[in-house]
């Protein structure tokens, strides 16, 4: 029996990593220098600690294999631990996944590996390594350029060497065994406050996203634009199967685009209020996909919080961006309706889209403290290696920071027509301390806190 390690690496640069996010490119969040920013920085990095559900495939696919699978996390300041636990338990292979925002921490453990144990094969796998396959490559005995499970399931391990190119994508998900978190340090699972019971889990329904904002998202370029779907019989197996292995009591649903198709979301939430599930479910998605019967039934089978893509305030930025926007009303009535439910709302929103100015930014971020929001995320906007956005800053050279590292979804990178790199931080930072340290958030915290006491 051949024994696998995954490593994950742990960046020592400032900011909160979260490489799950961004269609598995990762983020860091950084919202600035004042107190109540560290705050809030401390805060994300010790509630929201989300699994690469990669990892789960991975080690269920090679498991199956017969092999046997660990995982190890590992910082670049003293590698003795790992090193010692390599000798110990002798392992063959050694699997990584870089991050776009953190992947020389990932390079220098490759290399300090290797030096060390040159016969053990190193292999990396990922939405960065298949976008920036050159700046990998070198490092590792073998890198995937595309679904890491598809490879796994098609190839032996002993076969993979150099730039292996996957052949298109797992068209039937059903057919991928559920992921293995037993390797992992499953207690750890969090994503607070959005959802605060636990054991927590994340899970995924569907992959590829066909929306026009893929211009700037990385999910149709990491995933594909054709919405490949499990069955809905799949996701309730796999959710009976965590609730049994490990006694789950609430999932994220990493879905790109959740709610694409209604009738798919309705026949979920209905299956689960037959059998009987109980378990607390959260997800990603699009409001003008969405209605108030469904939210209901959705939320009678367990539905608590859903993360909104809303951008901007500005119509005509949206459209700009190739966004397809929302009618305002529309929007306000739903979120309205969620709060009145008792389902949270996590509002995404970019600063520095192409067309904003500190006017346009400033309306943005009165929009998001009008709206009965639980809480909003301020990102920058990032040309982010695959996506056509960033295809076009390259051929224009408009990228004037070249580091990768800092493609991290909260540094202004290029040069914008209307705002300067210190207005976008200053901004940014603006954002999330009038939004979160104002007294209706807090009296808002106070209200939910009194309504979970009584579901």
Same mark, same amino acid.
């Given at each position: 029996?051949?024994?696998?390690?995954?490593?994950?690496?742990?960046?020592?640069?400032?900011?909160?990593?979260?490489?799950?996010?961004?269609?598995?490119?990762?983020?860091?969040?950084?919202?600035?220098?004042?107190?109540?920013?560290?705050?809030? =920085?401390?805060?994300?990095?010790?509630?929201?600690?989300?699994?690469?559900?990669?990892?789960?495939?991975?080690?269920?696919?090679?498991?199956?294999?017969?092999?046997?699978?660990? #995982?190890?996390?590992?910082?670049?300041?003293?590698?003795?631990?790992?090193?010692?636990?390599?000798?110990?338990?002798?392992?063959?292979?050694?699997?990584?996944?870089?991050?776009?925002?953190?992947?020389?921490?990932?390079?220098?453990?490759?290399?300090?590996?290797?030096?060390?144990?040159?016969?053990?094969?190193?292999?990396?796998?990922?939405?960065?390594?298949?976008?920036?396959?050159?700046?990998?490559?070198?490092?590792?005995?073998?890198?995937?350029?595309?679904?890491?499970?598809?490879?796994?399931?098609?190839?032996?391990?002993? =076969?993979?060497?150099?730039?292996?190119?996957?052949?298109?994508?797992?068209?039937?998900?059903?057919?991928?065994?559920?992921?293995?978190?037993?390797?992992?340090?499953?207690?750890?699972?969090? #994503?607070?406050?959005?959802?605060?019971?636990?054991?927590?889990?994340?899970? /995924?329904?569907?992959?590829?996203?066909?929306?026009?904002?893929?211009?700037?998202?990385?999910?149709?370029?990491? /995933?594909?634009?054709?919405?490949?779907?499990?069955?809905?019989?799949?996701?309730?197996?796999?959710?009976?199967?965590?609730?049994?292995?490990?006694?789950?009591?609430?999932?994220?649903?990493?879905?790109?685009?959740?709610?694409?198709?209604?009738?798919?979301?309705?026949?979920?939430?209905?299956?689960?209020?037959?059998?009987?599930?109980?378990? =607390?479910?959260?997800?990603?998605?699009?409001?003008?996909?969405?209605?108030?019967?469904?939210?209901?039934?959705?939320?009678?089978?367990?539905?608590?919080?859903?993360?909104?893509?809303?951008?901007?305030?500005?119509?005509?930025?949206?459209?700009?961006?190739?966004?397809?926007?929302?009618?305002?009303?529309?929007?306000?009535?739903?979120?309205?309706?969620?709060?009145?439910?008792?389902?949270?709302?996590?509002?995404?929103?970019?600063?520095?889209?192409?067309?904003?100015?500190?006017?346009?930014?400033?309306?943005?971020?009165?929009?998001?403290?009008?709206?009965?929001?639980?809480?909003? /995320?301020?990102?920058?906007?990032?040309?982010?290696?695959?996506?056509?956005?960033?295809?076009?800053?390259?051929?224009?050279?408009?990228?004037?920071?070249?580091?990768?590292?800092?493609?991290?979804?909260?540094?202004?990178?290029?040069?914008?027509?209307?705002?300067?790199?210190?207005?976008?931080?200053?901004?940014?930072?603006?954002?999330?301390?009038?939004?979160?340290?104002?007294?209706?958030?807090?009296?808002?915290?106070?209200?939910?806190?009194?309504?979970?006491?009584?579901?």
């Amino acid at each position: 029996m051949e024994k696998v390690l995954i490593v994950d690496s742990i960046s020592s640069k400032k900011g909160v990593v979260n490489k799950d996010v961004n269609g598995g490119l990762g983020t860091r969040t950084q919202i600035g220098d004042s107190y109540g920013a560290r705050i809030l =920085e401390y805060l994300k990095k010790a509630n929201v600690i989300l699994p690469l559900i990669e990892y789960g495939y991975v080690a269920s696919i090679l498991k199956a294999k017969g092999h046997k699978v660990d #995982y190890h996390q590992e910082s670049n300041n003293d590698l003795s631990f790992l090193r010692n636990k390599i000798k110990k338990e002798n392992y063959l292979y050694i699997l990584f996944h870089p991050s776009l925002v953190a992947y020389k921490t990932d390079v220098e453990i490759a290399r300090d590996l290797k030096q060390n144990f040159p016969n053990i094969i190193l292999g990396a796998f990922g939405p960065f390594v298949s976008a920036c396959t050159k700046e990998i490559s070198d490092y590792f005995d073998w890198v995937a350029v595309g679904e890491i499970d598809k490879l796994l399931m098609d190839s032996a391990l002993s =076969e993979l060497k150099g730039v292996c190119l996957v052949n298109g994508y797992v068209s039937n998900l059903d057919s991928l065994p559920f992921p293995d978190w037993k390797p992992f340090d499953i207690e750890k699972f969090s #994503y607070k406050p959005m959802i605060k019971k636990k054991p927590f889990f994340t899970m /995924q329904g569907s992959r590829g996203c066909p929306m026009s904002c893929g211009y700037y998202c990385p999910y149709p370029s990491s /995933q594909g634009k054709k919405w490949r779907t499990r069955s809905i019989s799949s996701l309730i197996e796999e959710i009976k199967s965590l609730q049994q292995k490990y006694n789950a009591r609430a999932i994220l649903f990493r879905d790109a685009y959740f709610s694409l198709k209604k009738d798919r979301v309705q026949e979920f939430a209905e299956k689960l209020i037959e059998e009987n599930i109980n378990i =607390e479910w959260g997800c990603e998605t699009r409001l003008d996909s969405l209605d108030k019967k469904l939210l209901k039934i959705c939320y009678d089978a367990g539905l608590r919080s859903a993360n909104i893509g809303i951008e901007s305030e500005d119509d005509d930025i949206l459209k700009a961006n190739k966004r397809k926007g929302i009618a305002k009303s529309f929007q306000e009535d739903l979120i309205d309706y969620c709060y009145s439910l008792g389902i949270k709302v996590n509002g995404f929103f970019i600063l520095g889209l192409d067309g904003d100015t500190v006017e346009s930014i400033e309306k943005t971020i009165q929009y998001a403290k009008r709206l009965k929001l639980y809480a909003a /995320q301020f990102t920058v906007s990032t040309p982010l290696p695959g996506t056509p956005f960033y295809n076009d800053m390259v051929r224009d050279n408009k990228i004037v920071r070249k580091d990768l590292e800092l493609l991290d979804n909260n540094t202004m990178v290029f040069d914008h027509d209307n705002l300067t790199s210190e207005q976008i931080h200053n901004l940014k930072e603006k954002a999330f301390l009038t939004y979160y340290f104002r007294p209706r958030f807090i009296l808002d915290q106070f209200r939910w806190k009194t309504r979970e006491l009584f579901y």
